[in-house]
């Protein structure tokens, strides 16, 4: 099993920055694909971005060019930088291993608004 951590969610106004960070305890991370995945109020979760163990990434529709997934594997971590933020982008936001289903984080809330 592993725990994920995330971290570095808070309020931003739209057009603002924001770096997620998850950290993961396992001692093999460098061999799992991570996700980031967001859920807004009423809302089904969605995923947002996607990381290979090579460093191979993919992204919602709704983010690419706006977002970015990237990993440390030498400190177990992951990160989500977020650029050009929209209100629409307001949610908690989850890392996820999808080797390990029940992998699910508290998450960190992201606030977009002025």
């Known amino acids: 099993q592993v725990q994920l951590v995330e971290s570095g969610g808070t309020l931003v106004p739209p057009g603002g920055s924001l770096r997620l960070s998850c950290v993961a305890s396992?001692?093999?991370?460098?061999?799992?694909?991570m996700d980031w995945y967001r859920q807004a109020p009423g809302k089904q979760r969605e995923l947002v971005a996607t990381?290979?163990?090579?460093?191979?990434?993919n992204y919602a529709d709704s983010v690419k060019g706006r977002f970015t997934i990237s990993r440390d594997n030498a400190k177990n971590m992951v990160y989500l930088q977020m650029n050009s933020l929209k209100p629409e982008d307001t949610a908690v936001y989850y890392c996820?291993?999808?080797?390990?289903?029940?992998?699910w984080g508290q998450g960190t809330q992201v606030t977009v608004s002025s």
């Open positions: 990381i290979t163990s090579y460093g191979s990434t």
């Open positions: 396992t001692r093999v991370f460098s061999i799992y694909t």
């Open positions: 996820y291993a999808p080797s390990f289903p029940t992998s």
